[in-house]
Structure formats: structure tokens, C-alpha cells
């Protein structure tokens, strides 16, 4: 891990000459209790632990080059592990005809999972019920590798993304094809995702997500339904929840009900946390889930560098 901070500090010496650079990323680490498990202290309780790479540049002709590189940091902080930038690692050109990205990264459809979550997807999300199973990627991650994707400029609120990657990802999912629309304007977001690949046993799962934000001024609003067939069970489920901010904190529950198929049938999910801002770049978190009876508490601090 030293090492490599070592390394991308260098980079940054040597690429802010040319371009617009920096290193950052998020530290988490708190309290955890799941089930009948012994507590632990651990990295990403609440968010992913991760480091960030990113840079801009200006291309000329109204074009605007970028890449961007993102890896998860592990959960035993005895280590700090560090295995590469497995989130997103992308490059992009963007001007007035959209954008386009070229590399390893987050899919429409798990963009529209993220934005059927009050909880914003992490840890103390209801979302374990199996409302996420559609939000596999090409490599079951969620991102999207060897991908290709285009990004159009808002149109009078209006977005819509397509995404292919004709080779397989790390678990040989083979021409994955994703699209998704959304529309934010106003205090109204809504948001729709469609994804298809093959896999190495030849079947075509297809998923479908599609969420709606709405933001009343003291509250916020959010619900969400996903299905996905994976060939040989098709699951479907919701997940409803409310965001209260409270100045720069909030509170945020969710509720989550998914029909997995097959012999898990249905399971119901609840949780709730309390994010509290401590100074620029720092919060503290409490909270709680309930998915299939088992209960998770925890707490900590989220450092943003």
C-alpha cells in the first residue's frame, strides 16, 4: 500500500505539468455486530474504503479528455490491502455531442439501483434481500469491463446512456449490452436501466430497474422495482424509503421486500442510519439493518482525503 501511494504521488509530480491531477479517495472505518458473529473493527462499515485516481485535460476544439481510476482498500485494517483499481478505471472524451467512456465501469443499471436506495447502497442498506442481484456487471461486481459507453447531453432534463462490452468480464459473462434514461428536473428524478449478456452456459439473464426520486423539501422520497431473470429463476421485488436532512445531517430508512425464486422465496429487509458532518471532510455514521431477521449494527467515522 505504501508503496503504491509512493508511486501515484510520483505520477502526480510528473503529470501536473500537462494536465489537471490529483489522488484522494474515502476511508471508513467503524464498529460492526452481524447476527450472531463477533463484532469486529473494520474497514467500510458504512461506504467502501477506496482510492481514487483522476485527471483532466483540455483537448481542444471544445473537447475534454479525462481518465479516472478507482480501487477498493480492505476490510482488515491490519493490512490495508490494496489489489488495483477493480471499481472503475475509464477513460473519456466529452464535448458538445455527450460523452464517452473507454475502460471499467459502473453500469446504468447499478446507477439506478443506487438511485432506489434512500441508504445510497452501503452497508446498512435493505437492499440484501436480493433487491441488488441485478446489478451484476459483466463481472457480478456491478461495473462493466472492456466496456464502451455514450453518455448524451442533457436534453431539456432529459439523458440517456448505452453501454456495450463484446468480450467477457472476470466471470466470462460474454456481449453485455445496458442502456438506461433519466430524467432530474426540478424536485422530480426518474431513472430506468435495462441490461442483457450471455453466459458461459449459454443462457441471456435480463434485468430490469426502475426508480422514482422525489424531493418534498423536508423530505425525500424514493422507490424503486427491479426484476431479473437469470435464465432459470426470475426474481422481483421493491424497495421504498425516505431521506429527512436535518441542516448538513440526515436520517434515512429504507424498506426492502424481493422475491429471489426458487427455494428462498420472498425476504424483507429494513434499515436505518443517522449521518452526522463533522468539518469538510469528515462524517460520523450510526446505524442499523434488519434483512431476514438478521440484525447488524454499527458506527464510525468516513474521512474524505
Request: glycine letters at 16%; a neutral charge; charged letters at 10%.
Amino acid at each position: 500500500m505504501k508503496k503504491t501511494l509512493i508511486a501515484l504521488a510520483a505520477i502526480a509530480a510528473v503529470g501536473s505539468a500537462s494536465a489537471q491531477f490529483a489522488v484522494g479517495g474515502k476511508l471508513d472505518v467503524g464498529y460492526s455486530k452481524a447476527g450472531s458473529a463477533d463484532a469486529s473493527v473494520k474497514s467500510g462499515v458504512w461506504e467502501t474504503s477506496r482510492l481514487i485516481v483522476k485527471g483532466d485535460t483540455d483537448l481542444g476544439s471544445g473537447l475534454k479528455g479525462s481518465a479516472y481510476l478507482e480501487g477498493g482498500i480492505g476490510g482488515d485494517l491490519s493490512t490495508a490491502s490494496f489489489s488495483g483499481f477493480g471499481r472503475q478505471a475509464f477513460v473519456s472524451v466529452a464535448g458538445s455531442f455527450g460523452k464517452i467512456d473507454a475502460g471499467s465501469m459502473w453500469s446504468p443499471v447499478d446507477t439506478a439501483v443506487w438511485y432506489a436506495d434512500a441508504m445510497e447502497y452501503n452497508g446498512f442498506s435493505a437492499m440484501g434481500t436480493g433487491f441488488y442481484n441485478a446489478d451484476t456487471g459483466n463481472n457480478a461486481q456491478g461495473n462493466v469491463s472492456g466496456s464502451i459507453q455514450y453518455t448524451t447531453p442533457d436534453m431539456s432534463g432529459v439523458t440517456v446512456q448505452l453501454i456495450a462490452a463484446p468480450g467477457g468480464g472476470t466471470t466470462a459473462y460474454q456481449n453485455y449490452m445496458g442502456g438506461g434514461v433519466n430524467y432530474a428536473k426540478g424536485p422530480l428524478n426518474i431513472n430506468v436501466a435495462m441490461q442483457t449478456y450471455k453466459t458461459a452456459a449459454s443462457a441471456t439473464p435480463t434485468a430490469t430497474v426502475a426508480t422514482v426520486q422525489y424531493n418534498m423539501g423536508a423530505a425525500t422520497l424514493i422507490g424503486g422495482y427491479a426484476s431479473n431473470d437469470t435464465g432459470t429463476v426470475k426474481q422481483s421485488g421493491f424497495n421504498v424509503g425516505v431521506k429527512v436532512p436535518m441542516g448538513a445531517d440526515y436520517i434515512a430508512a429504507s424498506y426492502s421486500s424481493y422475491d429471489n425464486g426458487g427455494t428462498t422465496g420472498t425476504l424483507t429487509g429494513f434499515g436505518v442510519n443517522y449521518i452526522k458532518a463533522m468539518g469538510k471532510t469528515t462524517v460520523g455514521y450510526l446505524g442499523y439493518k434488519s434483512v431476514n431477521s438478521v440484525n447488524t449494527t454499527g458506527g464510525g467515522l468516513r474521512y474524505n482525503f
